[in-house]
């Protein structure tokens, strides 16, 4: 349909997926995922980089934050598709957030990289590419990586993050920057539409290894 929905036949039986938004995982594992503090926190207690970050139960406490870091985003705990992302540079920025269902993140520029992990094995690599502090998932320009130029460090980290979180089909995003290689978010209902059509790079059989993991 217009709306990305797609019938499949599989073992003589008719399944339903979205092209874009599809998510083969646990309940508990997606719950985990869409919620970015707990994802946080699951990430710290496996020793896996994460950026700095804090909720809070006041806007003194917003505030002692972003004097520490100078610069934070503020984003909802459960957001998606970067909605009400917010780059935060003074305090009289706070009064206008919803801060108990905000998660407060350290601002740091970097690389957003994103690791494709089906059944715990990399199987493609994208650089995001934006002009704005904030990604705009409607205008981010996506490369695809050569597999030869995959960065094997930050596979294993993605591998052992979706493994966490009991994921088999996410999407890893991390900041590469001169500070360090950071966790940004991770994604338990990545877009397969931007992997089977990337606007550089090799495409990836995105739908086949999905429904790999519905067989």
Not at 141 to 166: C, F, T, Y
Request: charged share 25%; glycine share 6%.
């Amino acid at each position: 349909s217009k709306h990305g929905l797609v019938a499949l036949t599989i073992g003589g039986s008719e399944r339903y997926i979205f092209y874009d938004n599809s998510n083969p995982n646990s309940q508990p594992s997606r719950e985990l995922a869409k919620d970015k503090y707990a994802t946080r926190i699951v990430m710290d207690r496996v020793g896996l980089p994460n950026i700095p970050y804090t909720v809070v139960s006041s806007t003194s406490e917003a505030i002692s934050f972003l004097e520490k870091h100078k610069t934070i985003i503020a984003k909802p705990i459960r957001g998606q598709k970067s909605k009400n992302i917010h780059l935060i540079t003074a305090a009289k920025q706070l009064s206008n957030l919803d801060l108990g269902n905000c998660i407060l993140e350290k601002f740091i520029k970097g690389q957003e990289t994103r690791f494709l992990i089906v059944k715990g094995e990399v199987k493609a690599v994208h650089l995001k590419v934006y002009d704005s502090e904030i990604n705009n998932p409607k205008t981010v320009k996506r490369i695809s990586i050569q597999q030869a130029a995959w960065d094997a460090s930050l596979s294993d980290v993605a591998k052992k993050a979706a493994e966490a979180l009991g994921l088999i089909f996410c999407a890893v995003d991390f900041l590469v920057s001169g500070e360090g290689s950071f966790i940004l978010e991770i994604n338990s209902a990545p877009g397969i539409d931007r992997f089977q059509n990337p606007d550089e790079g090799p495409p990836v059989d995105a739908m086949g290894l999905y429904l790999d993991t519905l067989a």
